[in-house]
Nanobody, 128 residues
Framework: QVQVVESGGGLVQTGGSLRLSCTVS????????MGWFRQAPGKEREGVSC????????LYADSVKGRFTVSRDNAKNTLYLQMNSLKPEDTATYYC????????????WGAGTDFDYWGQGTQVTVSS
């Protein structure tokens, strides 16, 4: 059984940084494309970033480009999201997801519908 667990969320001031982690167990993590998503209260879920299994491809939402960096350590079955220059509009619950069907990011990755396994989420709050 595949388990996805996020950690690293918290409260930070505007301009601050956080690093989220996502550990995937019970699976072939190294074969999966992985994604980060977020959802703020009253808003639709938004794709934040996608990374291919080889790390060759890293994709970002326009809203986070230049501020967020996705990475992965396949030996540790762990995905990361380094978030810098945080803004109040980054406040949301952040979710990690695995696309177990492929190792690359589809053009539709931001919709999240291609991802098979999801974590419970970790809250990020950026105060102004």
């Amino acid at each position: 059984q595949v388990q996805v667990v996020e950690s690293g969320g918290g409260l930070v001031q505007t301009g601050g940084s956080l690093r989220l982690s996502c550990t995937v167990s019970g699976s072939s993590f190294a074969n999966y494309a992985m994604g980060w998503f977020r959802q703020a209260p009253g808003k639709e879920r938004e794709g934040v970033s996608c990374i291919s299994r080889s790390t060759y491809t890293k994709l970002y939402a326009d809203s986070v480009k230049g501020r967020f960096t996705v990475s992965r350590d396949n030996a540790k079955n762990t995905l990361y999201l380094q978030m810098n220059s945080l803004k109040p509009e980054d406040t949301a619950t952040y979710y990690c997801a695995a696309d177990a069907s492929r190792g690359y990011c589809l053009g539709t990755w931001g919709a999240g519908t291609d991802f098979d396994y999801w974590g419970q989420g970790t809250q990020v709050t950026v105060s102004s």
